[in-house]
C-alpha cells in the first residue's frame, strides 16, 4: 500500500508561480511512475505531468514550457513547479503513483489562480 500526501497548493494572481509537493510513504517496488493529474469544476481529471523512475517525462500541451516536474527516487517524493499561471490553471491537483501493484491517488490540493 501507498500513500500520497501532497502540498503547496493556494491562491495565485495570473503570471506568479506555485510549487507542489507530494511525498510517498509505503513500499514502492520496481519500475513505477509518480506525477500530477488535475480536475477542474465540471471537467474529467486530466493529466499534467508525469515523471517514471528511469527518468522519463511527460507533460500535457498545456503545462508543456511552464511547469516542471521532478522526482527523487531515493525520498520517494514528487514535485511540480508551475510557473506563468493562469487562471485555466484553476483545478484540483492530484498526486498520482502508478506500480505494478497498483494506482495510487493523493487527497489532492486545490490550486486557485485569480486576480
Known amino acids: 500500500q501507498v500513500q500520497l500526501v501532497e502540498s503547496g497548493g493556494g491562491l495565485m494572481q495570473p503570471g506568479g508561480s506555485l510549487r507542489l509537493s507530494c511525498a510517498a510513504s509505503?513500499?514502492?517496488?520496481?519500475?513505477?511512475?509518480m506525477g500530477w493529474y488535475r480536475q477542474a469544476p465540471g471537467k474529467q481529471r486530466e493529466l499534467v505531468a508525469i515523471?517514471?523512475?528511469?527518468?522519463?517525462?511527460s507533460y500535457a500541451d498545456s503545462a508543456r514550457g511552464r511547469f516542471t516536474i521532478s522526482r527523487d527516487n531515493v525520498k520517494n517524493t514528487v514535485s511540480l513547479q508551475m510557473n506563468s499561471l493562469e487562471p485555466e490553471d484553476t483545478a484540483v491537483y492530484y498526486c498520482n503513483c502508478a506500480t505494478s501493484s497498483g494506482t495510487y491517488w493523493g487527497q489532492g490540493t486545490q490550486v486557485t489562480v485569480s486576480s
Open positions: 509505503g513500499s514502492i517496488l520496481g519500475p513505477n511512475t
Open positions: 515523471r517514471t523512475s528511469g527518468g522519463t517525462t
